[in-house]
């Protein structure tokens, strides 16, 4: 049997992880810059991690939502004090579509209605109304396509208005920061109003913060710069540190009911472990304050690159526009450097890494980045 072919991959083979660093089958090291698409936030390896996930394993890894499992109180209480949204209820899941998918059906069994709204370059994941409300034909299936969605111009509060004016909007989803659209960071004004709108017009503020969340700009929740509650918080990738878990932070208006939500594996024991290590270690090792201290080092670094077009972001989410001409630095870093990066089209370098990256690990990144642009052609 054959690997059905769906991704572009690189030749290298990870086999080992050590905080920011990974290393091949042939013992190379890299920096891993891209945290393995944002979702390592503790670094590879942690020890507390792996000791709390193996104790998990010796005493059970699984058990079904039927029974009582005291690590998901745990988890919720931990995260609501970290999160600093006490009186939110949490729902787990496995991933950041079915967060998404859950928070779009929850919001329209709360007020009944179907609209949502959603922004051009976004992306919600690849499940049926996830898929629908991300802005990009290619991977919306024809079975996906629904008019429940309107896409709007991101940031266009004349839009906004406009749109809820039929008062048809169930709810409005919307990344703090942009990530596969190239991290775009939503103004505070924006986000504003669409509290302001949604509380005039019954809708639910979903806070898609499967990328942008869980303390990588330096704030829990990057809609929290905002200064505003949203309804409900989605959230996957950081959480679990590599362990497949995802949730959303509901908030106490929001009155669940028996079967209105459901899942074989969300909340199973080992997630929650994982969840749990990944919260104390960030509590215990002040990571938030650690993104926002390194992010806001290396984007002013960044900035002073003269080829550099733009550099936008928060914390530990930074993108790095550069010029066309300039498309092979992220080839260069990693085959050259031993730099992972993630990327989004046509020409920002995204950077992701774990919550705990060292200044002398930004500082690496820096030099290398230097050394690229300085051997890369000369832009006019
Ligand atoms: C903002 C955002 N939402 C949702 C998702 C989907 O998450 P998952 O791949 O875990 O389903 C992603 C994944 O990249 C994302 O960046």
Same mark, same amino acid.
């Given at each position: 049997?054959?690997?059905?072919?769906?991704?572009?991959?690189?030749?290298?083979?990870?086999?080992?992880?050590?905080?920011?660093?990974?290393?091949?089958?042939?013992?190379?090291?890299?920096?891993?810059?891209?945290?393995?698409?944002?979702?390592?936030?503790?670094g590879h390896t942690n020890p507390r991690y792996v000791e709390r996930l193996e104790n998990q394993l010796?005493?059970?890894?699984?058990?079904?939502?039927?029974?009582?499992?005291?690590?998901?109180?745990?988890?919720?209480?931990?995260? $609501?004090?970290?999160?600093?949204?006490?009186?939110?209820?949490? *729902? =787990?899941?496995?991933?950041? #579509?079915?967060? &998404? %998918?859950?928070?779009?059906?929850?919001?329209?069994?709360?007020?009944?209605?179907?609209?949502?709204?959603?922004?051009?370059?976004?992306?919600?994941?690849?499940?049926?109304?996830?898929?629908?409300?991300?802005?990009?034909?290619?991977?919306?299936?024809?079975?996906?396509?629904?008019?429940?969605?309107?896409?709007?111009?991101?940031?266009?509060?004349?839009?906004?208005?406009?749109?809820?004016?039929?008062?048809?909007?169930?709810?409005?989803?919307?990344?703090?920061?942009? $990530?596969?659209?190239?991290?775009?960071?939503?103004?505070?004004? *924006? =986000?504003?109003?669409?509290? #302001?709108?949604? &509380? %005039?017009?019954?809708?639910?503020?979903?806070?898609?913060?499967?990328?942008?969340?869980?303390?990588?700009?330096?704030k829990f929740y990057s809609h929290d710069f905002a200064g505003v509650d949203a309804d409900i918080y989605?959230?996957?990738?950081?959480?679990?540190?590599?362990?497949?878990?995802?949730?959303?932070?509901?908030?106490?208006?929001?009155?669940?009911?028996?079967?209105?939500?459901?899942?074989?594996?969300?909340?199973?024991?080992?997630?929650?472990?994982?969840?749990?290590?990944?919260?104390?270690?960030?509590?215990?090792?002040?990571?938030?304050?650690?993104?926002?201290?390194?992010?806001?080092?290396?984007?002013?670094?960044?900035?002073?690159?003269?080829?550099?077009?733009?550099?936008?972001?928060?914390?530990?989410?930074?993108?790095?526009?550069?010029?066309?001409?300039?498309?092979?630095?992220?080839?260069?870093?990693?085959?050259?450097?031993?730099?992972?990066?993630?990327?989004?089209?046509?020409?920002?370098?995204?950077?992701?890494?774990?919550?705990?990256?060292?200044?002398?690990?930004?500082?690496?990144?820096?030099?290398?980045?230097?050394?690229?642009?300085?051997?890369?052609?000369?832009?006019?």
């Amino acid at each position: 049997m054959n690997l059905f072919d769906v991704y572009p991959i690189n030749p290298i083979e990870i086999v080992k992880g050590v905080g920011s660093l990974v290393y091949d089958a042939h013992g190379t090291e890299y920096l891993d810059m891209y945290g393995g698409h944002a979702v390592i936030s503790i670094g590879h390896t942690n020890p507390r991690y792996v000791e709390r996930l193996e104790n998990q394993l010796h005493q059970i890894g699984f058990y079904s939502n039927s029974v009582e499992i005291p690590l998901q109180k745990e988890l919720a209480e931990k995260l $609501g004090q970290v999160s600093g949204k006490t009186d939110y209820q949490l *729902f =787990l899941c496995n991933s950041g #579509a079915e967060a &998404n %998918e859950n928070a779009l059906k929850l919001a329209s069994f709360y007020n009944g209605k179907k609209k949502v709204i959603a922004f051009h370059k976004s992306f919600h994941g690849r499940t049926s109304l996830a898929v629908a409300a991300t802005d990009n034909p290619k991977i919306v299936a024809p079975v996906n396509e629904t008019d429940n969605i309107i896409f709007l111009p991101w940031l266009d509060e004349v839009a906004l208005e406009q749109a809820f004016a039929g008062n048809e909007i169930s709810s409005v989803i919307i990344e703090g920061i942009q $990530g596969v659209g190239g991290i775009q960071v939503a103004s505070e004004s *924006f =986000l504003q109003k669409i509290r #302001a709108l949604c &509380n %005039e017009y019954n809708a639910v503020f979903i806070a898609d913060s499967v990328q942008c969340g869980y303390g990588r700009t330096g704030k829990f929740y990057s809609h929290d710069f905002a200064g505003v509650d949203a309804d409900i918080y989605s959230m996957a990738k950081g959480m679990g540190n590599g362990f497949p878990i995802g949730g959303i932070s509901i908030s106490p208006k929001i009155k669940p009911a028996y079967g209105m939500l459901g899942t074989t594996f969300g909340g199973n024991h080992l997630a929650c472990a994982a969840g749990l290590a990944v919260l104390e270690v960030m509590e215990q090792d002040n990571l938030m304050q650690n993104a926002a201290t390194v992010g806001g080092y290396l984007i002013e670094e960044l900035k002073k690159f003269d080829q550099v077009k733009e550099v936008r972001g928060r914390g530990l989410m930074i993108g790095i526009e550069l010029p066309a001409e300039l498309a092979d630095v992220r080839k260069d870093l990693l085959y050259k450097h031993h730099i992972f990066t993630g990327e989004a089209k046509p020409n920002v370098v995204r950077l992701l890494p774990a919550l705990n990256l060292t200044q002398a690990h930004a500082d690496r990144f820096l030099e290398a980045f230097a050394a690229t642009l300085k051997s890369a052609p000369v832009v006019a």
